[in-house]
Every structure is written in C-alpha cells, then in structure tokens.
C-alpha cells in the first residue's frame, strides 16, 4: 500500500469517525399535531382533510426564547432538531382562533434523546369566539374610552338553544370562549343589563 492510498484510508477514517460523532450528538423533538376525537366526529365526510402545514412548532428555551422552529407536514408530522442537552419547551402555534390541548410541553433532552424519544403530540381542540360588550353613550357603564361593562354574563348557546359555556367580560367588556366545535349556528347571548343611576 502506497503512501498516498494510506493518507486517503486514515482520511476516510477520520471524515467517517467525525460525521459519526457529530450525528451522535444531535438528537430531536418530534411528533404529531392531530384534531381532537370530538372535531374528528363534527366534520362531515365530504369535508376537505385537514391541512396542518399551516401550523407550526417551536424549540423555546424555559424562559420562553425560540431556539427553533418548523412547520408541520400536512399530515400534521414534525421534527424539530435539537443540539443542546438541557430542559426546553415545545409549543404549537396555529392560525389565529385555534385552540390547543396542550398548548406547550416541557421536554428534557439527554442521552436517551428528547423526552426518551416519545412523540410530543398536540391536539387541536376547537375554536376561539371572541368580542366585546360596548357600553351605551355616557354613565357609569363604559367609564374607559373604547371600553365596555365588566361582569356582564355572556352565554355560548346550541342551535337548540342549549347551554353550551358562559363567560363574565373583563373589565374592558371583552370576552372569549375558547374549544368551541365547529357545525350549526351558534348563539351568544347577553343578559339584559340594568343600570341604577340617581337622579
């Protein structure tokens, strides 16, 4: 065997014994993000399947920084590579109005790779309702410019007309359900509001 042959040989081994050390020390964060049971059994068959590549899920440190981030696959598939040894958090991210169970999951990476290589699914739960109660011009009611009445009950209603949530506004007159399934009409109503003023 030549000089030059045993140079190329000892080269290889060291290019090899490298890239297999590197891939050693990078492990992942992986799984699905999938609809829940109950928004499965509301879709209707001729309904188009869902498309997750719009969703996407992050690496964030414990204090909350993104150290990466991907986008799902359609199917809802990701893979997030991870570098570092440590304790992280993933958390997934959707369109506006999107609710999730769980919305973020602390995760430890180590030898046995990220959470012992168990999938970290998400599930899409629902969607979120949001609006605001305005006061009437003038009185006590809508004190904040642009605000609304506090502790008004603001109820989320079947088609029906079953009770399906009920919420107190904040204190701006804002509220929000959140989970709300898909299908039917679905009503919010306000309690009557009476207001007792001097006079």
């Not at 081994?13 to 964060?29: E, L, N, P, Q, R």
């Not at 997934?92 to 180590?110: A, R």
Request: charged share 15%.
């Amino acid at each position: 065997m030549s000089i030059g042959d045993s140079f190329l040989c000892l080269l290889l081994f060291v290019t090899y014994s490298i890239s297999f050390a590197s891939a050693d020390s990078i492990y992942g964060c992986g799984g699905f993000v999938q609809a829940s049971s109950s928004l499965v059994k509301a879709r209707k068959q001729t309904d188009a399947k869902l498309d997750y590549s719009h969703v996407t899920v992050e690496l964030q440190t414990v204090d909350g920084l993104v150290k990466d981030r991907t986008q799902c696959a359609p199917n809802g598939y990701y893979f997030i590579p991870v570098y570092d040894k440590g304790s992280f958090v993933i958390k997934v991210n959707g369109p506006d109005g999107w609710s999730w169970d769980p919305e973020k999951v602390p995760v430890v990476v180590d030898n046995d790779g990220c959470n012992g290589n168990e999938d970290i699914n998400f599930r899409f739960t629902g969607f979120s309702i949001s609006g605001k109660v305005v006061g009437a011009a003038g009185g006590e009611s809508c004190s904040v410019k642009n605000g609304g009445p506090s502790n008004v009950k603001v109820e989320l209603l079947s088609p029906s007309g079953d009770l399906l949530s009920s919420v107190l506004t904040s204190s701006s007159g804002s509220y929000l359900f959140t989970n709300v399934n898909p299908g039917g009409e679905i009503y919010v109503y306000f309690w009557k509001l009476f207001l007792l003023a001097p006079f």
